[in-house]
């Protein structure tokens, strides 16, 4: 997992404990966490404010509301990103399917193999290069 050592990883979930032992494990791996931020409004505004991300674990229900526009946002910047979540992979839109699904409870190790691989699988050339969508985004 040493392509994800040093990298600013962005976590976003709104159970505590699970947040918690997830940005625990990341920082024993090297991971700089971004977080926990529970609440989407939150990591859509830290990227507006241009804060470097590499990447992110993302709650698909945060709080009861949902991550896409925020994972969508991450898509387009070229930032890889694996989702949490308890929901089918049928409730994800489409344009979202290919990304990693990890079923909670999920074990924190889990979360990082699928995240590095995502991170191994990006065009590292590109991480937040591209313009956000939300940039104008009231």
């Given amino acids: 997992m040493s392509n994800i050592l040093g990298l600013r990883i962005m976590v976003v979930e709104d159970e505590f404990w699970i947040a918690e032992d997830l940005a625990q494990a990341l920082t024993e791996v090297g991971v700089e966490v971004i977080g926990p931020i529970c609440n989407v409004g939150e990591a859509i505004e830290r990227l507006r404010e241009k804060q470097p991300v590499d990447g992110a674990v993302l709650d698909i229900n945060v709080s009861g509301v949902s991550v896409y526009p925020l994972a969508e946002d ?6 890889p990103f694996v989702f949490t979540t308890g929901y089918d992979m049928d409730t994800i839109p489409e344009s979202l399917r290919q990304i990693a699904r990890i079923e909670k409870p999920s074990d924190p190790a889990k979360i990082i193999r699928e995240l590095a691989l995502a991170v191994e699988q990006a ?5 937040g290069a ?3 969508p939300l940039e104008g985004a009231q």
């Fill in 74 to 79: 991450l898509m387009h910047r070229g930032v």
């Fill in 123 to 127: 065009p590292r050339s590109n991480f």
């Fill in 130 to 132: 591209l313009p956000s």
